[in-house]
């Protein structure tokens, strides 16, 4: 029966230390470090273990459009220098 009760409380005291760190998080921020798994990039931190929705990289490459039309632009030269 004791190993019951200290089961049972070391479970509780767990999820306040839970609890407090993300209560010390949200009072500073969190410490965000990049976490990568399972075709995702995200931010992890590593106080409270809060994790961003973050991005998909293994999806198919954004697609490069070129455009054909080059803008150029030219200076006009100066025809005599002016000196004060």
């Known amino acids: 029966m004791a190993t019951d009760s200290t089961l049972t409380l070391s479970t509780d ?3 306040v230390i839970t609890q407090l760190r993300r ?3 949200g009072l500073h ?3 965000s470090l990049l976490h990568f798994g399972d075709g ?3 931010l992890l931190c590593s106080s409270c ?3 961003t929705p973050g991005w998909d990289v293994k999806g198919t490459p954004a697609r490069q459009t070129v ?3 080059r803008r ?3 200076m006009p030269f100066v025809g005599e ?3 004060a």
Do not use: L, P
């Open 72 to 74: 150029v632009m030219q």
């Open 13 to 15: 005291s767990s999820g």
């Open 49 to 51: 273990g809060h994790e």
């Open 81 to 83: 220098r002016r000196v």
């Open 40 to 42: 995702r990039v995200s």
């Open 23 to 25: 209560f010390i998080c």
């Open 29 to 31: 921020g969190h410490d």
């Open 67 to 69: 455009r054909s039309e």
